[in-house]
């Protein structure tokens, strides 16, 4: 065959590779820099009490640091935790209305209580438009980026919550000191 035949179909043999492998989720939500030296991937789950009490401290952390540190969160509901899919999804909303932090750590204080109407209050508490809230949350697009996230985390391994892959290393620390510690000897 002819070169010239080739080329056409590489290309549109790499265009149908892109539309499978990009996200179609759209990008996750992120704090801090992009040419940060450590990229913290995070997995988690909204009703875990661990990462109830970690995520906070990690983003903080993140947030106090953005030029050492991006971090990136990824949903990670467990099954046994029955409201965890259902406020990851909410917290999807809120991304939609640029409150996705804010929601997570409004969700993360109200853990014992992750119903839809207590999604609707922080989505007021929030100042969120409450009709597309809602409206998002009664669409199955919302569940789209939680299950991408939960295929990736299955993909790298990750088994539990939370998980952090700090430059692509699963580590594990026993509290916010060792982890703030960790990150003092990467700069």
């Known amino acids: 065959m002819k070169p010239s ?3 056409p179909s590489l290309i549109l043999a790499l265009i149908g590779l892109s539309a499978c492998t990009s996200a179609s989720t759209g990008p996750r939500p992120t704090i ?3 040419n940060a030296p450590v990229v913290i991937e995070e997995y988690s789950d909204l ?4 990462c ?8 903080r952390i993140a947030r106090d640091n953005p030029e050492l540190v991006k971090l990136t969160f990824h949903h990670f509901p467990l099954t046994m935790h029955k409201d965890a899919f259902r406020a990851a999804q909410a917290s ?8 996705f932090w804010e929601f997570v750590d409004l969700a993360y204080q109200n853990q014992s209580n992750l119903t839809d109407a207590k999604f609707l209050e922080l989505a007021e ?3 969120l438009d409450k009709t597309v809230f809602q409206a998002c949350l009664d669409s199955s697009d919302s569940q789209e980026p939680i299950r991408a996230d939960l295929a990736l985390g299955r993909s790298v391994g990750v088994s539990y919550t939370p998980s952090f892959y700090v430059n692509g290393k699963l ?4 509290g916010r000191e060792s982890f703030e510690g960790y990150l003092k000897t990467l700069k």
């Open 47 to 50: 009703q875990c009490p661990a």
């Open 125 to 127: 508490t929030l100042a």
């Open 171 to 174: 580590i594990q620390y026993s």
């Open 92 to 99: 999807e909303c809120a991304y939609a209305q640029d409150k």
């Open 52 to 59: 109830g009490v970690v995520s906070p401290e990690v983003e």
């Open 32 to 34: 801090g820099s992009d």
């Open 5 to 7: 035949f080739y080329i």
